[in-house]
């Protein structure tokens, strides 16, 4: 991607590893992450610092990605998929003050290879889901999912597993 692409499509790229092939389209705020070889990152998405996205992944439209979420190889993220880092999430101190980075740790979450989670999905940090397991659009996913397990609700359950 040449810095005029870049430029006119509005796409913010700080301190991010690219891997070969990887389309990013526009709009798309990425910064201090990695993204691996043949990866898709659709309009509107946001991933930050710390933040792995494997080999032939795709992440659809108005996901956000944050800090501590690793995605393995051949991941599918629907549209606006949101991933949290912080079980207890405050903006200031006891005190009043604002909180800053040292005042909280990240929590990680991890998403195994050829997992799916559906549109408008939101994931809880802490996480494993479980590699080829699906998650159903509109989940709310607050415990691991075993791998090759469909899960969906609110929140997530168990539907069944694949063979």
Request: charged residues 20%; proline residues 3%.
């Given at each position: 991607m040449t810095?005029e692409y870049l430029?006119?499509?509005?796409i913010?790229?700080?301190?991010v590893k ?6 990013i389209f526009?709009f798309?705020n990425?910064y201090?992450c990695e ?6 990152v659709?309009t509107?998405v946001e ?16 996901s ?7 995605i ?9 998929v949101m991933?949290t880092n912080?079980?207890?999430?405050r ?7 604002q909180?800053?980075?040292?005042d ?13 989670i ?5 994931i809880?940090?802490g996480?494993?889901i479980g590699?080829?397991?699906i998650?159903g659009a509109g989940a709310v996913?607050?415990?691991?999912v075993?791998?090759k397990?469909?899960?969906a609700?609110?929140?997530?359950k168990e539907?069944?597993?694949l063979?």
């Amino acid at each position: 991607m040449t810095e005029e692409y870049l430029r006119e499509n509005f796409i913010r790229l700080n301190n991010v590893k690219l891997g070969a092939d990887v389309k990013i389209f526009a709009f798309v705020n990425a910064y201090g992450c990695e993204i691996g070889d043949g990866s898709k990152v659709g309009t509107f998405v946001e991933i930050q610092k710390n933040a792995f996205i494997g080999k032939n992944c795709k992440i659809s439209s108005h996901s956000f990605i944050c800090e501590g979420v690793t995605i393995e190889d051949n991941v599918f993220i629907g549209h606006g998929v949101m991933f949290t880092n912080d079980l207890f999430p405050r903006a200031t101190n006891e005190d009043g003050s604002q909180q800053t980075e040292t005042d909280w740790e990240v929590v990680p979450t991890i998403v195994k290879k050829g997992a799916s989670i559906g549109s408008n999905a939101t994931i809880i940090a802490g996480v494993t889901i479980g590699e080829g397991a699906i998650i159903g659009a509109g989940a709310v996913v607050t415990k691991d999912v075993p791998p090759k397990t469909i899960v969906a609700g609110v929140p997530a359950k168990e539907l069944r597993t694949l063979e």
